[in-house]
């Protein structure tokens, strides 16, 4: 049961002034309802451009008593009392977005946050003096409105519009939260230009990731860490761009996730959304030839058919992915050994499609590296342990300055 105290008081941190399309008032299911940036799905963002349809809302309005206002699809206009410190979050781009702005010790809550503090420590680990914990937060696939009273968070880092697909979930109870805890302020929707449903439809804006975090830095009044970690992007994509191939000598790839190698996910490279900011941008050749639609189960008769030059394997740095095993199950296959990638050995880990900023800057790199080793350096055969130590002259982004912004000095 709710207290009184706090059933009935609303916000303190921020008051949810909604506009738009708001007034006041399970592990594999990525895999199979593309909902989930699952460990098994470690289930798309725009290319350079970021190429997302929604807008930014720029610096916050201040509303001349110390509040200010930001704008996010599908929420609209919310007023906060002061930045945010705790965040609630459902997906783990959005978590990655508070991590980004020095906010990941405050997160309250995220989808399986075990598997996923495992996973981002993989690459926070090449971030000198940057920490992360995330492990035995309150797991929020499925959240409960009586948790969230409790959790008490500053603000609601995740889209109402997903939230109430759930039958648990009714717009008054989204509104209730808001009224009465804290905002709703995010966006998922995007991650693969997925369809609103019900009154969410009208007007439902599609954002690219780093168009989103913008968005969200706003919100935070963090705008001097978004600009600097912005230019960082920015820098890596020019760094792509020059030394990107022509079309017809790149590499054909494929994406896939099995945590069971009998049931293995496919998924699509360049289709828009926030899922693919790491692969869309170096533009690899799809093996598939659009024959395969994201999220399929495919078996070796099929990837054989496709015959990719290269393999990206989500999920393959998580601690507990036993990648040297997924390498052998294709090897020791008769069908699967026959495919190319596996032959010359190009079946290479990815990290997570619903990655944050910095998460997106190591898998651009890392990426990159995978599908075009003689323009960016080669990558390392991994099988366990942190992304790889690169050397100082072969790494495309600056690790220090990634980090230093995160800490507080952009």
């Known amino acids: 049961m709710l207290n009184d105290e706090t059933s009935g ?48 809302s720029g610096e916050p309005d201040e509303t ?3 509040s200010y206002t930001a704008s996010i699809s599908p929420t609209g206009e919310v007023t906060f009392e002061s930045p945010p410190e705790t965040v609630f979050t459902r997906l783990t781009h959005h978590a990655g977005m508070a991590f980004a702005l020095g906010k990941g010790e405050g997160v309250t809550a995220l989808h399986a946050p075990d598997y ?34 409790e959790l008490d968070s500053d603000v609601h880092l995740a889209d109402p519009a997903w939230i109430t697909r759930q039958d648990a979930w009714s717009r008054d109870d989204i509104d209730e939260i808001g009224e009465r805890v804290s905002p709703w302020f995010g966006n998922s929707l995007s991650d693969r230009h997925q369809e609103p449903t019900g009154e969410w ?14 968005i969200v830095a706003d919100a935070f009044r963090e705008r001097e860490r978004y600009e600097a970690l912005a230019t960082v992007r920015e820098d ?14 790149r590499p054909t790839a494929i994406m896939v996730a ?17 899922l693919t900011s790491h692969t869309r941008p170096l533009g690899p050749r799809d093996a598939f030839e659009g024959s395969v639609d994201s999220g399929t189960v495919v078996d070796f008769e099929t990837i054989l058919e496709a015959d990719p030059d290269v ?32 032959k010359n050995d190009r079946v290479h880990p990815q990290g997570a499609r619903y990655q944050g900023p910095v998460l997106n800057l190591f898998q651009l790199e890392m990426t990159a590296k995978q599908l075009y080793p003689e323009e960016f350096g080669a990558w390392p055969r ?5 992304y790889p130590a690169i050397p100082d002259d072969e790494q495309l982004f600056d690790r220090e300055r990634v980090a230093d912004v995160i800490n507080g000095d952009p």
């Open 258 to 274: 099995a945590a069971d190698i009998e049931q293995i996910y496919a998924y699509t490279l360049s289709n828009p959304g926030f």
């Open 116 to 149: 996923y503090d495992g996973l981002w420590n993989q690459f926070v680990e090449r971030l000198p003096g940057v920490s992360l914990d995330w492990s035995g937060l309150y797991s929020s696939w499925q959240p409960d409105k009586e948790k969230l009273y």
């Open 201 to 214: 439809a009208d007007g439902y804006q599609y954002y690219g990731l780093w168009e989103q975090f913008e």
């Open 9 to 56: 008081a609303s916000t303190r941190r921020a008051f949810a002034k909604y506009g738009g399309a708001v007034a006041l008032g399970g592990l594999l299911a990525g895999c199979t309802g593309g909902e989930s940036d699952s460990p098994a799905d470690d289930a798309e963002d725009s290319g350079p451009s970021d190429d997302g349809s929604g807008g930014s």
């Open 382 to 386: 991994y099988e366990e342990g942190p």
């Open 236 to 249: 890596l994509l020019a760094t792509i761009d020059e030394r990107l191939p022509p079309e017809s000598e």
């Open 311 to 342: 393999i990206l394997y989500l999920g393959g740095f998580e601690p507990g992915t036993d990648m040297a095993g997924r390498r052998a199950a294709f090897e020791e296959d008769p069908v699967g050994s026959e495919v190319t990638a596996v």
């Open 64 to 66: 001349g008593d110390g």
